[in-house]
């Protein structure tokens, strides 16, 4: 059974940084794709970066450059390192993982940030960013 559980979130000023991460277990953690997803009040959930089995990573244009998603094989953790944080960034995230290997070389690709393609799903860890 896939459990994630997410941890990280909190409260910070504009201009600071919080590092989330994402305990993953019951499956094959290396194999699979993994993704953070965010979600604001009144807006639809949104993908915000993704990490392929290979290390191959994706970003949404609006936190390139600013937040840096990794993953420890050995630790069956996912991270999103975020700095330069801005109001706008205030949302609830998740982490997701799918059983994609290398999807990121694949046709469908562009799905990787697509929150309907991933069906396991943590509980999530709410991020405030204060002006």
């Known amino acids: 059974q896939v459990q994630l559980v997410e941890s990280g979130g909190g409260s910070v000023q504009a201009g600071g940084s919080l590092r989330l991460s994402c305990a993953a277990s019951?499956?094959?953690?290396?194999?699979?794709?993994m993704g953070w997803f965010r979600q604001a009040p009144g807006k639809e959930r949104e993908g915000v970066a993704a990490?392929?089995?290979?290390?191959?990573?994706s970003y949404a244009d609006s936190v390139k450059g600013r937040f840096t998603i990794s993953k420890d094989n050995a630790k069956n953790t996912l991270y999103l390192q975020m700095n330069s944080l801005k109001p706008e960034d205030t949302a609830m995230y998740c982490c997701?993982?799918?059983?994609?290997?290398?999807?990121?070389?694949?046709?469908?690709?562009?799905?990787?940030?697509?929150?309907?393609?991933?069906?396991?799903w943590g509980q999530g860890t709410q991020v405030t960013v204060s002006s």
């Open positions: 990490i392929d089995s290979d290390g191959s990573t």
């Open positions: 997701a993982a799918e059983d994609r290997a290398y999807w990121l070389h694949l046709p469908d690709s562009a799905g990787v940030l697509n929150p309907y393609e991933y069906n396991y």
């Open positions: 019951g499956y094959t953690y290396s194999s699979y794709c």
